[in-house]
């Protein structure tokens, strides 16, 4: 299946929850781009406020600290209150979808499948889903909105210092994506003996 058939195919189940998700995301960039102030705020109390014994402006300074640390908390607490509140109902959701779906089935259905793939689809496969489709896209934009400010952020300090260290992305890159898939391949391995293990204790204590 391509992720543009897997996205249509899952999407109206996301549909009735986007405005909360269109705002955890807004969250979450703000959240990202907020991390990346203590350490330019530090940078100025170490070099403008204490080297020219400025106390006013030290004070100034730790107070913007302060404030910025309390905003980081405010931003990411809502936005994962947003995420696990939508995340629950839209987990719900699919799971009553696809139980209302198995129940439908005809006998000789039952008669063929086995019990423990049906409870593996219901428990894990659901959160799968829903991990890749909302927690890998969180995960992607709260990264690329911080890669991008600390790249812009090491550009004002030293371009040669922020060219050598974008050096190694390529390199990274592609270790990555050779990881990603490794890491598919024994995530395949462990649901299918996560489902014989189910299918097996059901048989063993069914007889």
């Given at each position: 299946?391509s992720l543009?058939e897997?996205?249509?195919r ?6 009735p ?6 705002l955890a995301?807004v969250?979450l960039?703000?959240?990202s781009?907020?991390?990346l102030l203590?350490?330019v ?9 204490i080297?020219s014994?400025?106390q006013?402006l030290?004070?100034l300074?730790a107070?913007?600290l302060i ?9 990411s607490?809502?936005m994962d ?8 109902r839209i987990?719900y959701d699919l799971r ?10 005809s ?6 499948a086995r019990?423990?793939?049906i409870?593996g689809?219901?428990r894990?496969?659901?959160?799968r889903?829903y991990?890749v489709l ?8 709260s ?11 090491l ?7 922020a ?8 390199v ?19 649901r299918?003996?996560?489902v ?7 048989e063993?204590?069914?007889?």
């Open positions: 299946m543009k897997f996205v249509r899952f999407y109206p189940y996301f549909r929850y986007a405005g909360k998700y269109i995301f969250l960039s703000a959240s781009l907020l991390t203590p350490p705020l530090v940078k100025y109390i170490i070099d403008a406020g080297k014994r400025n006013s030290i004070n300074l107070l913007a404030g910025v640390l309390v905003m980081i908390g405010i931003t607490r809502t209150y947003l995420h696990e509140w939508a995340g629950s987990i009553q979808h696809l139980l209302s779906h198995v129940q439908r089935q006998m000789t259905f039952f008669a063929s019990l423990g793939e409870v689809r219901l894990t496969d659901v959160n889903v991990s909302v927690n890998t896209a969180l995960g992607a934009v990264e690329i909105v911080q890669i991008a400010g600390i790249a812009c952020f550009f004002y300090l030293n371009r040669r210092l060219l050598l260290a974008l050096v190694v992305v390529p990274i890159c592609l270790v990555l994506r050779y990881t990603g898939r490794t890491q598919r391949r024994l995530a395949l391995d462990v299918d003996k996560d014989f293990l189910l299918d097996f204790c059901q063993l204590f069914g007889n």
